[in-house]
């Protein structure tokens, strides 16, 4: 018989190679992530200093702007704001706001909308010439811009357009922007069609299936657009300089140009100040569809 007092230093001992052969967690080293983290931090502070400089010279007179470069003022002064605001012409800056406005508007709808019918269309749908339609829209995405200027042009002096808001947004009506038709498409194929197909069989037509189970689901895509084609069109200043010639219709683009033109002795704090003001809506729009923005671009479709 073997005494039970003999056991406990065998299984001890039996445990022990077992604790000792057993792999080891490696822990990450402190001082590799502070490098890692202080590394992004730095160029993180390198990327943003040029926004940094641009919100902190609107605070300074124009004769500070060009004695530091740093982005600090030393007597902050709302004066380029108040200044900036008036403008050198009969209106002030919240004319040049309007005008964007009423670009930025249709076009972000005509886009959305009629983009989704398009790709809806193509993802879909068989007829007749799909693929050579499919073909010429992908060979509209890979046409510079550049080449449709002077036809654009003709097309709408013809039209009386000049001089209006329309040249600028009526042709998204149309989905004129093949990249966003292109892009929905995808998103589209990856969408399983049996909610479609169910919605069908309890009585919706094509129209109603798009509007209640496919666009819900393209959530993510569509605000994606519509975020794209904000930022662009606030951005433009090409497709606004062509077009329009009264002042009273300049958007935010031209006007900033229109500080610069206007004097030979550029007050800089008022052009800096105006600068903001024209990026913060960019900027709040995009912090407030981030979320969605992401989704869209990073998933490529939707989860169920």
Same mark, same amino acid.
């Given at each position: ?12 001992? #039996? ?13 990450? #080293? ?18 943003? +200093? ?63 909308? #009629?983009?989704?019918?398009?790709? +809806? ?16 829209? *992908? ?7 550049? !080449? ?64 209640? *189970? ?28 062509? +077009? ?57 479709? !939707?989860?169920?």
């Amino acid at each position: 018989m073997v005494d039970a007092t003999d056991m406990v230093p065998a299984t001890a001992a #039996s445990r022990e190679p077992a604790t000792m052969l057993a792999p080891k967690k490696k822990r990450p #080293s402190r001082a590799g992530a502070i490098v890692r983290y202080g590394l992004l931090i730095v160029v993180g502070l390198v990327m943003i +200093y040029p926004l940094l400089w641009l919100i902190g010279a609107s605070f300074k007179t124009n004769q500070e702007i060009f004695s530091t470069p740093w982005f600090w003022p030393q007597n902050p002064t709302f004066q380029g704001y108040i200044d900036g605001w008036q403008t050198s012409t009969p209106y002030t800056f919240g004319r040049f706001f309007f005008n964007s406005l009423c670009i930025v508007v249709p076009k972000v709808i005509g886009t959305a909308v #009629s983009s989704t019918l398009v790709a +809806y269309g193509f993802a879909r749908f068989d007829f007749p010439g799909k693929k050579l339609l499919f073909g010429v829209l *992908i060979a509209t995405l890979l046409l510079p811009d550049v !080449v449709t200027r002077i036809p654009q042009y003709l097309l709408f002096r013809e039209l009386g357009w000049l001089d209006t808001f329309l040249p600028l947004f009526v042709p998204q009506w149309f989905a004129w922007e093949a990249f966003f038709v292109f892009m929905l498409i995808q998103f589209l194929r990856a969408i399983p069609r049996e909610m479609e197909e169910a919605a069908r069989v309890d009585g919706a037509n094509t129209m109603q299936t798009l509007i209640f *189970i496919v666009v819900p689901m393209l959530k993510p895509a569509i605000i994606s657009v519509c975020l794209f084609q904000f930022m662009w069109t606030m951005n433009d200043f090409l497709g606004p300089l062509i +077009y329009i010639s009264s002042v009273e219709n300049y958007p935010i683009s031209l006007a900033l140009r229109l500080a610069i033109d206007t004097t030979e002795a550029f007050n800089w704090n008022e052009i800096l100040a105006m600068t903001v003001l024209a990026l913060t809506p960019s900027l709040v729009v995009f912090f407030i569809a981030q979320k969605y923005f992401i989704e869209g671009i990073a998933t490529g479709g !939707v989860k169920g």
